[in-house]
């Protein structure tokens, strides 16, 4: 709550108001960060069906283990 009424102070607003502001600031960066990576997936996508980038089993499995080593055999 004190870090919330400092915030508050800080941006000259009442805290309804400083929740408001900073939440809509977090969805605006979430919403920038989605968009990035859906770009980026359809980049790699686009280079894929293009035949820029080649994919072998083994590079896909490798990784899945690495990120998920209980659920990869």
């Known amino acids: 709550m004190a870090q919330l009424s400092e915030y508050a102070h ?3 607003k009442d805290t309804a108001s400083a929740i408001d502001l900073a939440l809509a600031e977090y969805l605006a960066w979430a919403r ?3 968009h990035e990576a859906v770009e980026g997936i359809q980049e790699g ?3 894929l069906k293009a035949g ?3 994919v ?3 590079d ?3 990784t899945a283990r690495e ?3 209980s659920t990869v055999a």
Do not use: M
Request: hydrophobic share 25%.
């Open 52 to 54: 820029r980038i080649e």
């Open 67 to 69: 990120a998920w080593p």
């Open 56 to 58: 072998r089993r083994g």
């Open 60 to 62: 896909v499995r490798g």
């Open 32 to 34: 920038s960060e989605f």
């Open 45 to 47: 996508y686009d280079d």
């Open 10 to 12: 800080r941006c000259g």
